[in-house]
């Protein structure tokens, strides 16, 4: 395609000042010849608080007419904790089918790290998009009473396993090391653990190249911080991995740096490529942001619409500007403008 | 009381071993006065491979009787996964109302750390042991087939909540920071999510000297290794508690020296203390296991019956032990045995 058509969502917080970086880039990364059009989006605390719509029917048919979508970051404090989240970011991930939500953790030479003796990381998380406890499902009774029962049901179907599965094993067997390791909890989480465990051995035997493993989810969070060099590829559940992403991201290099992308492999609905880290509203507007983690969500977006080698750019770019920065005190823009250099030249 | 009366369950793999080690210990710490009477109950996968029993009714009724249980270990990669942590160890739990699962987490000067920078760590936390998605509610439909569903049901009480919110805000209440944190996802799982906060709300009205926040559990992995140090003590779900306590036991001093107890406060029922570890397969029987959380383990048992000189007597002999063996490879006896000699000097 020699066009992108691209929705961006700068939403709270950081959110504007990062996504302006990721633009930067993104115009900058391109060919000449691709025609890159973007539309902006309001989602978000401000509009909520003045229609209190959060993603209505119309935007969502808005939305799908893009290639892909570039998220900032979504959330205030003005608003209750849950509304923004189930009735933005959910509804988006579930309305455009993101099964596959893509996580990568590379820790670079010289980055910052909480570990000691700078491990070697460089693993990908499949992260489950669309099932388990983040369905919504469940309810309250007797609410406010002291006789109230609250459950949370996490919904997991053959469908929805297979497919990330199988997504999670191609990544691996097209990896040097061809590693996948499976994270549940299929110790206790019996019945969801049966259907992952199954379902990953059933799909291994068609990856005999692919090494496997599995880790009960506790377990991995020990290995992330005591071997990390020991994952190549994750796949695991909606849950888990939101919990051990934020955890991977944090030794390798920081949520300053981490990247995600929500993909819709079949390409039905547009995929959303987005940081993980949230809108931070402590330094909004400060221009103390790092926009790294939206650079590198750039590069995943570059990769998903096929700009494989425009994608890998802007990963060197980010690698040897994070190797040499040090101590350095940068602005955002500063950061988006020696990036933009990087990929230019 | 002028007698203990303790169920012991050695288990599998190490368990045995450290279990030695810790009664070793209780014996040596104990005043000459008091009775120390044990039972010895043969759990684990030897009994269910001979018997196909995890644990029975006579089982519990037996063990109701005893003061206290020191747990060694409990799994075997002969049995299927889930079969005896849901038929013995979860059961257990359930069965006694062990509803305050007690993790503290510190970080001795010396103790080896995955993390850079020796920081202080010194927390504990209060997880939820009988609700959750621990229940064993859930269930499959159409298993083995494309049409599989599988659901696992996370349920809390008012009730369940309360007393274990309760018994955290106690604990922090007497610590010298007095600061409690509560863990959750409760911008995602808004059910349980909206119980939690809301009974941490209403019981911190009655703690107006102890300092609350709340911690997303994926901020909280974050937050763990990189500011360990401002966690003093955490309250939370059963299945997040599971998660970050391996976590925590990783960053201070590692899963050989991380101890818990499942108390029944009541006392209606025995409290269980065990290693967070588990049964370690491939170094049973070799002497390699420590038997440093198995030995703490036995000091939250003595604070819990009121013996609270001697527990300290026992956390001091560790410390003193943690911060003096450097490299030294020693046995597991070795280890029981010099630590016998702090406590019994
Ligand atoms: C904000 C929240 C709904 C979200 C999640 O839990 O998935 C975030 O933590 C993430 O990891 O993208
Ligand atoms: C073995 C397993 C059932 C158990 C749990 O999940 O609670 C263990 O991980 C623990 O933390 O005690």
Not at 139 to 150: C, D
Request: proline share 5%; glycine share 10%.
């Amino acid at each position: 395609s020699h066009s992108i058509n691209l929705a961006v969502i700068p939403g709270d917080g950081i959110g504007q000042e990062v996504v302006a970086q990721g633009l930067k880039i993104l115009a900058a990364v391109l060919p000449q010849d691709v025609k890159l059009e973007t539309e902006e989006y309001d989602f978000g605390a401000k509009r909520y608080h003045a229609t209190g719509e959060t993603l209505t029917d119309a935007d969502l048919a808005s939305l799908k007419k893009h290639d892909a979508i570039l998220l900032g970051a979504i959330g205030d404090p003005s608003v209750p904790s849950g509304v923004l989240e189930r009735g933005f970011l959910l509804k988006l991930r579930f309305a455009f089918d993101h099964h596959v939500n893509l996580r990568p953790s590379k820790l670079l030479p010289g980055v910052a790290t909480p570990l000691a003796g700078q491990p070697e990381i460089d693993f990908v998380v499949v992260r489950e998009g669309t099932e388990g406890p983040y369905t919504g499902n469940g309810g309250t009774i007797r609410k406010g009473t002291p006789h109230e029962v609250a459950t949370e049901v996490s919904v997991n179907t053959a469908f929805g396993v297979e497919r990330v599965v199988r997504d999670a094993f191609a990544r691996a067997q097209a990896r040097p090391r061809k590693k996948l390791t499976l994270v549940h909890k299929n110790n206790v989480l019996t019945f969801a653990g049966h259907l992952w465990t199954d379902t990953f051995n059933k799909v291994a035997r068609e990856y005999p190249e692919v090494t496997t493993d599995y880790l009960h989810v506790d377990a991995a969070t020990i290995f992330l911080v005591t071997d990390p060099a020991r994952f190549d590829v994750i796949v695991t559940d909606n849950l888990f991995g939101d919990i051990i992403t934020d955890l991977a991201a944090a030794v390798s290099g920081g949520i300053g740096v981490a990247a995600s992308g929500n993909i819709n492999p079949s390409g039905e609905f547009p995929s959303m490529f987005e940081p993980v880290h949230g809108s931070a509203p402590d330094i909004a507007g400060q221009g103390k942001a790092d926009p790294t983690a939206t650079v590198l969500s750039v590069a995943l977006l570059l990769r998903h619409l096929g700009y494989e080698a425009e994608a890998a750019r802007v990963e060197e770019a980010v690698a040897a500007d994070l190797t040499e920065r040090g101590d350095s005190v940068r602005t955002t823009d500063e950061i988006g403008d020696a990036l933009a250099a990087r990929v230019a030249s």
